[in-house]
Structure formats: structure tokens, C-alpha cells
């Protein structure tokens, strides 16, 4: 035989529970919030500061000007040193 068990939530306590009565349920928590946060950023931390990057790119351009400058190109003008 299986027995259902349901779980029905008293609605006067809910609306008992005020904003200030909640906080201060909590505020006892708040060390191990901060600790916690300030833990998991300094492990964070490490492990980018001493980890090797497993990717890396570098790249280059070269840029053969065998023409000259005709003047009404744009391109040629903005990749040009004279203006």
C-alpha cells in the first residue's frame, strides 16, 4: 500500500511573517554569505592569475602598395600616411 503524504502550508503563518521578521531570520547568516563570496572570489582569482591560457592568436598584415596613389581610391587613402 502506498501512502500520498501532502504537505499543506498554514497560510496564518505566512502572512505573520513580515519583511523585518524576515531579515532578521537571516541576518544571523550573513557572515557566511560575505565569507563565502570573498572564498569563491579569491579561488577565482588564483586560478586565473596561475592558470595558462590554452589559447592564444597572434597575427600580421603586410601591405604591398605597387601602385601609386591614384587619389580617388578611399581605401588606399585611409591606409596611406598622406592625407
Aim: aromatic content about 14%; cysteine-free; hydrophobic content about 40%.
Amino acid at each position: 500500500m502506498e501512502e500520498e503524504f501532502q504537505i499543506i502550508p498554514n497560510n496564518n503563518e505566512q502572512a505573520s511573517l513580515s519583511a523585518k521578521d524576515l531579515f532578521f531570520k537571516y541576518l544571523r547568516f550573513l557572515p557566511l554569505f560575505i565569507i563565502s563570496i570573498a572564498l569563491s572570489l579569491l579561488v577565482a582569482y588564483i586560478y586565473l592569475r596561475y592558470t595558462t591560457p590554452i589559447y592564444s592568436s597572434t597575427g600580421s598584415l603586410i601591405i604591398k602598395n605597387e601602385q601609386p596613389l591614384k587619389g580617388s581610391d578611399k581605401f588606399d587613402q585611409v591606409l596611406s600616411n598622406d592625407n
